[in-house]
């Protein structure tokens, strides 16, 4: 289908051209769920992907920041279990709910 046709296809007045009614929506459905791909579910992906190299990264020593706004200095690892030392207090958060890390740079991992 030439360019032509279908800029006749998306703009023929109502009633003209039914048979071609079905082909325009698709060609709309598809447009938006291509909309909705690239600026809203790809860019998620991408976030979650370094979210995910930035906890496979932590050590011990690191300054992170937790999704409460807690400040603090990593003394000890698990599987999905960080020890944090703030202030005077110790205490265990999620490794999820690690944000950022203050005192260095993550770089990303090649693959």
């Given at each position: 289908?030439?360019?032509?046709?279908?800029?006749?296809?998306?703009?023929?007045?109502?009633?003209?051209?039914?048979?071609?009614?079905?082909?325009?929506?698709?060609?709309?459905?598809?447009?938006?769920?291509a909309i909705f791909y690239f600026m809203l579910i790809r860019p998620?992906?991408?976030?979650?992907?370094?979210?995910?190299?930035?906890?496979?990264?932590?050590?011990?020593?690191?300054?992170?920041?937790?999704?409460?706004?807690?400040?603090?200095?990593?003394?000890?690892?698990?599987?999905?279990?960080?020890?944090?030392?703030?202030?005077?207090?110790?205490?265990?958060?999620?490794?999820?709910?690690?944000?950022?890390?203050?005192?260095?740079?993550?770089?990303?991992?090649?693959?």
């Amino acid at each position: 289908m030439s360019p032509h046709h279908l800029y006749a296809l998306l703009f023929a007045p109502s009633g003209q051209n039914a048979g071609g009614g079905l082909a325009v929506f698709v060609i709309q459905i598809g447009a938006l769920i291509a909309i909705f791909y690239f600026m809203l579910i790809r860019p998620q992906r991408r976030q979650q992907e370094k979210h995910r190299q930035l906890l496979g990264s932590l050590q011990r020593g690191d300054r992170v920041v937790t999704t409460g706004g807690i400040v603090g200095e990593v003394v000890h690892l698990k599987d999905d279990e960080v020890t944090m030392k703030s202030g005077e207090s110790r205490f265990i958060v999620l490794r999820a709910n690690i944000t950022n890390i203050l005192n260095r740079e993550v770089e990303a991992k090649p693959q």
